[in-house]
């Protein structure tokens, strides 16, 4: 009798046991694209020592948070425990699905699976997906050089017909719906249909791809940075590390200047002009505004491309509102923690040395700091948004402690009945 009531309970145990959820989106093709995880620090980490858990440019890491790189010894700054950051991964095809395996760890004493999938990358990876992803490992002796496969998605780089770029975000107990909708800029309905899901159901553990606005590129297909493509109000290098891109607030728009550290670069003049990159003027006219701008078109063989433009648009806006870059943090300011980035709002732009023959003008120039190079090979935008697939992962590994206790009791129970 006490035997068959703990095979019931066990039984019960096994039915009811939660499990995450995570998009998968199906892929037949070579290509990548840039994606990002929404990584929360589990300790306090050195930038240098965050960067290492993805293989990831520190530099590359902070500006995709709009934080500035400038600041000396920056890459050994200590980032605090629990503060959110996007973390800009390649998102490959692998076996048929959307995933990044460029990541390693090394085990360290006292690393479980459990502790590298739940605590390490903050359930972005289960432990069986990790056993699955290193067949050849049979112990965690230290220093054990680990795959850690992890979550992203490219749905050709657009959400609902415009550009985007994908962020894995991990639920947590005290998320809603409505909640991650907001804080990414997005909707539910739209979270929903990009993750295929029949209702706006969430559980804590589920993965969600999350459509992040974004700034596109119109390079030239031989640039090698063809399809580099910008979230709103983030940052990132390009061509060797000599142009800093930014995607302005609100805006579709992406805009480029000389990265401030930048050493040994090609010319950045547009031709038969005295504009630099980045250069915008305005001059109002009866007619409209007319604008002069010396924009990026991308890095080939070596040499920066620029073209020089001109148009006239029924007003002047004003220069773009980019991000302003804060500094490192050392607390986990309000607007960080548990949240996608900074929430920035306009400052003033600086005085920028465009040209301008006659009248009024508006020059635009943008916050500056080394950055990172960024590019992709993203394919144009279709027509259609994406389609995702929701599919079952592994139960969440904290009932597995639970199961074999319950064995052993029916065990030990049936012993006392023999």
């Not at 119109?218 to 979230?231: C, M, Q, R, V």
């Not at 003033?348 to 465009?354: L, N, Q, V």
């Not at 635009?364 to 394919?379: F, Y």
Request: proline letters at 8%; charged letters at 10%.
């Amino acid at each position: 009798m006490a035997t068959s009531l703990l095979f019931l309970i066990l039984s019960s145990t096994l039915a009811s046991m939660a499990t995450s959820k995570s998009t998968i989106e199906p892929c037949s093709t070579s290509s990548t694209c840039d994606s990002f995880l929404g990584y929360t620090l589990y300790t306090d980490l050195k930038v240098t020592e965050l960067a290492s858990l993805f293989q990831a440019d520190p530099i590359s890491i902070l500006l995709s948070n709009s934080i500035s790189s400038s600041s000396p010894d920056v890459e050994n700054h200590v980032l605090p425990s629990n503060l959110f950051l996007k973390i800009p991964i390649t998102c490959s095809c692998v076996d048929g699905i959307r995933k990044s395996t460029s990541t390693r760890y090394k085990t360290r004493t006292s690393d479980t699976l459990d502790s590298i999938a739940g605590s390490v990358y903050g359930g972005l990876v289960s432990p069986e997906q990790i056993q699955v992803a290193n067949p050849e490992v049979e112990s965690l002796d230290v220093g054990t050089s680990l795959v850690i496969p992890l979550p992203c998605a490219c749905f050709n780089g657009t959400d609902e017909s415009l550009p985007a770029v994908y962020l894995s975000y991990v639920v947590r107990g005290v998320d809603t719906m409505a909640g991650i909708a907001k804080r990414f800029s997005t909707t539910v309905a739209d979270l929903t249909n990009v993750n295929a899901m029949g209702a706006p159901d969430i559980n804590p553990g589920d993965i969600l791809a999350v459509p992040l606005l974004a700034c596109g590129s119109n390079f030239p297909k031989y640039a090698t940075d063809y399809g580099l493509i910008i979230p709103n109000g983030s940052y990132a290098l390009t061509a060797d590390h000599c142009v800093q891109c930014s995607c302005a607030l609100g805006s579709r728009s992406m805009y480029c200047e000389p990265a401030s550290l930048s050493v040994s670069c090609s010319s950045m003049q547009c031709r038969n002009s005295k504009f630099m990159l980045g250069n915008i003027t305005s001059q109002e006219t009866s007619a409209g505004c007319k604008l002069t701008t010396c924009t990026y078109n991308g890095f080939a063989n070596g040499t920066i491309l620029t073209t020089l433009s001109r148009s006239l648009q029924p007003r002047c806006s004003g220069p773009p509102q980019l991000a302003p870059l804060i500094a490192p943090p050392d607390t986990v300011p309000k607007e960080l923690m548990y949240a996608p980035s900074p929430s920035p709002t306009p400052s003033p732009a600086p005085e920028s040395d465009g040209v301008v023959s006659g009248g009024p003008s508006i020059a635009a120039a943008a916050p500056r700091g080394p950055t990172v190079a960024s590019s992709s090979s993203i394919p144009g935008y279709p027509a259609n948004g994406p389609a995702g697939s929701i599919s079952i992962a592994s139960c969440l590994t904290s009932y597995h402690s639970l199961i074999v206790f319950l064995i052993s009791v029916a065990s030990y129970s049936f012993v006392i009945l023999v």
